[in-house]
């Protein structure tokens, strides 16, 4: 299989993503969860997200939708497209899966999948970390973890901007 073939491979659609769920669970892997719109990946993305793969066998990203992400950052985000996004997230070697999702969280997104570990930035209380409660009544654990400073994708672009002018 070609490298480009194996990256397309982990875009998962609901089907997709239900028959993999069954198959890890049936291997009893410990499936990690998180999320974001990670608009361009730099560093601090990258420490986030080999945390959370740390803490499991699978690391699943829910990965805003453009339209989504227009809701919740301005009409000026993304810069870029879903489509982008989810391919250089899947190229990700430690990245198991990656799941476009459309509404402002993941919510329904993460009572499909019931991650063992559900995974976010320190920058969040756990109690308003979207699906916490379902991940805690199934038995498994919210952990927040450590941002690396001075890494913010808004602070990117402001700097971008600024340049620019």
């Not at 998180?34 to 990258?46: A, M, P, Q, S, Y």
């Not at 990203?61 to 997230?89: F, W």
């Amino acid at each position: 299989m070609l490298k480009l073939e194996i990256i397309q491979k982990k875009i998962l659609n609901p089907e997709q993503l239900e028959r993999y769920l069954a198959f890890w669970r049936f291997k009893a892997k410990k499936i990690v969860f998180t999320n974001g719109c990670f608009d361009f990946i730099h560093l601090g993305h990258i420490d986030y997200l080999i945390k959370a793969a740390d803490l499991g066998d699978i690391l699943l990203i829910g990965l805003n939708s453009d339209d989504s992400v227009r809701r919740l950052k301005g009409k000026d985000r993304p810069v870029n497209n879903e489509h982008a996004r989810a391919m250089i997230l899947a190229s990700l070697s430690f990245v198991t899966g990656v799941i476009v999702f459309g509404e402002d969280t993941p919510y329904e997104l993460i009572r499909t999948i019931k991650p063992d570990v559900l995974v976010k930035g320190n920058d969040y209380k756990i109690e308003e970390i979207a699906g916490h409660d379902i991940v805690l009544e199934n038995g498994g654990q919210v952990i927040t973890v450590d941002l690396l400073p001075g890494y913010s994708t808004t602070a990117f672009i402001e700097k971008l901007k600024k340049i620019e002018r």
